[in-house]
């Protein structure tokens, strides 16, 4: 026989309980124990008389053999070998080739060659393995062939030869080696992702096993055509068919694969978990039912072939024949995930049928919406996993843009998770958990470092490729890689000074500000400066230095800054926190180039000089001095003019001139400064807008200016918000200094009043 020891159907479960354990067993007459005792076998209690039954540890190589089998008898493989004395007969030779595992399907043989060591990252050659197989692998594809052939299976099977390897590191040689000879290679951390995979999925996984064994291959009579309806949502074309499960798991799939198996997985489970897996599969075998549509959307690399029926032209719903891609993973799940997937072990897989609604080569944006709208609204999947998306959807698109987006989403996720990132736990999670030091928003840090153009940028919608930042590399796994250690590395730089530690770890609650949203932008808006300005002025090549000697660059113009920070009063971090907005944005990041630039005045950012013009101070002691006249002039008229209607009484005018929100607010200042008796000395100067508002037919005549009487209160009123703008900023230094525009304009405003209030 070419090919013998296969087994199917019972004898593939048995055989999967016997790999399935760590230990051989054997049974033999008691006097024969000695030699085995003395060879590793361990006596197993029996009360057999006669008999006794041995165990003995697996050798380390049998153990790899048996856990990949096992994977793959998970995956739900037909027909596997039974033992490690598998062997097939090479084609037109005597000659016999031992096989550590092999496993077919109705499509596809896999034929595995397992390598392990028992140390972790043993270095290995393995070219002499991989010439051999790509010597023989033709001779024994053909014997493979004319073994199923002549069992009367027609099948052209696709076939594909793996390494499997444990404890043994690649080199790139090899694996360029074993690509060429078209055999695929597959390294310890990938064993764990599918083991997990199958584990979680059972027999679904095999698909997604198998479209990475098969990238974008046609494997044909995959899945066969479908009657359907063509109809129109908008200007979007769709395709509704029902199909059985067992049929559309072999091109569905949830999670777009990269390099970072790990993450992948965690996506998988995320987004189906087993739990209600579980739930739904016991939901079908009591003959439940599912009133709605799984919603997909069909990924082909050439327009769907729908063949319309006769008689249907000019028709809305179109009925005909459409064909799906004989590719695996080709249809990403948008909705029905669980339902689809709790099929992966049922019987009721081949027999059952779902309804589908299936769109065609949707943008990947439009799909990452229209999945968090379908599933966010009915709460099954939070809406942040938005951004979350991003990273696995768009990490192998050919769009630069796509990418770029994936590589963002992704580097944010790595600075959460890695246990070496000072943000790690920073960030608001996927269900949306806000902590006090857990208060960091995806959309604040992803929205930065696109606008920041630290990883790249994309120059125009023609464009072919990310045009480089300084933090991207030749592809996006070592742009990822060099982003996070570098952005990790700049704020432990921060972290270095045991006070600005102690500021990190306040996270958003008071005396807090480097580690809340507004300081993470301001930073990361100060690292690009820095980055920039090592590349113009310092002319470094930052994207070809080592990143240790890229961190002591960066390390030395972000010492002021920490100088800065480390020293700062309770008051002005807080004058910091509360910079919201686009313009508290850049007026705190340039508040922090300033110290860069007091101590390095040859670091001059973009706007930085006009930054200086604005912020210059001389003029805020003068302006101070009469918006203080301003508002005690007010603040007195006010106070007259309530008393004058309400009467004399805190009862009376406190009572029902000032609104309760107010009054409190006075109050409570008052009382933190010993003062008990004239609460309106702490009535502030857009407190005293809020009281004319409230009672305009009082005050409505008086304080219109540069309006006429018949406009709106608002407009009659603007001249107000801008001098309460202008006393923002003579209070708040970091916000700017006052102009001689505003200066003028605060002593027009006083010149005005003064005649108005007088008493």
């Not at 920073?426 to 929205?447: D, F, M, Q, V, W």
């Amino acid at each position: 026989m070419v090919m013998e020891g296969l087994v199917s159907r019972k004898d593939l479960e048995q055989t999967y309980k016997k790999n399935n354990v760590k230990y051989i067993y054997k049974k033999i007459v008691k006097q024969d124990l000695e030699p085995y005792i003395a060879d590793g076998w361990e006596k197993i209690n029996s009360k057999n008389k006669e008999f006794l039954k041995l165990r003995k540890l697996k050798d380390f190589a049998s153990v790899f053999e048996d856990e990949v089998w096992c994977i793959l008898y998970k995956m739900g493989f037909d027909e596997m070998n039974k033992d490690h004395n598998f062997s097939i007969l090479r084609k037109g030779s005597n000659l016999s080739k031992q096989i550590d595992v092999f496993a077919r399907d109705d499509q596809c043989i896999c034929v595995v060659e397992c390598k392990a060591a028992e140390k972790p990252h043993t270095k290995r050659s393995l070219d002499k393995d991989i010439d051999q197989l790509a010597g023989i692998h033709h001779e024994i594809n053909l014997s493979i062939f004319s073994h199923y052939k002549n069992l009367g299976n027609n099948n052209k099977f696709k076939i594909i030869w793996i390494i499997a390897l444990k404890n043994i590191d690649i080199s790139e040689n090899d694996r360029e080696r074993a690509k060429s000879a078209n055999i695929k290679v597959i390294d310890e951390s990938m064993i764990n992702y599918y083991s997990n995979l199958s584990t979680h999925f059972g027999r679904s996984s095999k698909y997604q096993f198998l479209a990475d064994m098969f990238p974008g291959r046609d494997i044909p009579e995959l899945i066969e055509p479908v009657p359907a309806l063509k109809g129109k949502m908008g200007n979007t074309d769709f395709y509704s068919f029902v199909i059985e499960p067992e049929k559309l798991l072999k091109i569905a799939y949830i999670a777009h694969r990269a390099k970072t198996n790990e993450e992948d997985i965690d996506t998988y489970q995320r987004m189906a978990k087993k739990s209600r897996l579980n739930k739904i599969a016991e939901y079908i075998q009591n003959k439940g039912i599912f009133p709605t549509s799984i919603v997909i959307n069909i990924e082909a690399d050439r327009p769907i072939r729908f063949d319309q029926a006769a008689g249907m032209a000019g028709k809305n719903a179109i009925l005909g024949t459409l064909y799906l891609p004989n590719k695996f993973k080709t249809a990403w799940i948008i909705d029905g995930q669980h339902r689809l997937f709790a099929y992966s072990n049922l019987q009721e897989a081949q027999t059952a049928t779902l309804p589908v609604i299936a769109f065609e080569n949707l943008d990947s944006d439009v799909q990452a919406k229209l999945f968090v709208d379908i599933n966010g609204e009915q709460v099954k999947v939070p809406k942040n996993l938005l951004s979350d998306l991003y990273s696995t959807i768009h990490w192998n698109s050919t769009n630069p843009k796509d990418r770029l987006l994936a590589l963002t989403s992704r580097l944010i996720k790595e600075l959460n998770d890695w246990p070496k990132s000072p943000l790690r736990d920073r960030i608001i999670n996927i269900e949306g958990h806000k902590t006090k030091t857990r208060s960091l928003t995806l959309t604040a840090i992803t929205t930065e470092m696109n606008k920041s153009r630290m990883l790249g940028s994309i120059h125009s919608n023609k464009a072919k490729d990310i045009t480089p930042g300084p933090l991207f590399q030749e592809d996006l796994d070592s742009s990822l890689i060099k982003a996070r250690d570098i952005i990790s590395g700049y704020y432990s730089i921060y972290l270095n000074n045991e006070k600005v530690r102690k500021q990190w770890d306040f996270g958003s609650e008071e005396g807090g500000y480097i580690c809340t949203n507004q300081g993470i932008i301001s930073t990361l808006r100060v690292l690009k400066a820095i980055l920039d300005h090592l590349e113009n002025k310092d002319h470094i090549e930052v994207r070809k230095i080592n990143t240790n000697e890229l961190l002591n660059k960066i390390e030395k113009y972000v010492s002021p800054i920490i100088t800065h920070l480390a020293e700062a009063s309770p008051k002005t971090l807080k004058e910091f926190r509360e910079q919201y907005g686009e313009g508290g944005y850049k007026s705190s990041t340039f508040a922090l180039f300033r110290k860069i630039n007091e101590v390095f005045p040859n670091f001059e950012p973009s706007g930085f000089q006009e930054y200086l013009k604005q912020v210059d101070t001389s003029t805020n002691t003068e302006a101070y001095e009469y918006l203080l006249k301003i508002e005690l002039m007010i603040q007195k008229h006010v106070v007259s003019s309530l008393k004058l209607k309400y009467g004399d009484d805190y009862s009376q005018w406190w009572h029902h001139g000032v609104k309760d929100t107010i009054k409190t607010s006075a109050m409570a200042h008052a009382t933190q400064e010993g003062e008990y008796k004239y609460f309106e000395k702490y009535i502030y100067l857009i407190n005293l807008k809020e009281i004319i508002e409230d009672n305009w037919d009082i005050f409505g005549e008086t304080y219109t200016i540069d309006a006429k009487p018949s406009e709106s209160k608002k407009k009659r009123l603007d001249w107000y918000t801008k001098v309460n703008s202008i006393r923002n900023k003579v209070d708040h230094p970091p916000k700017g200094g006052v102009t001689d525009e505003q200066l003028e304009y605060v002593i027009k405003i006083y010149n005005e009043l003064m005649p108005k209030l007088e008493i």
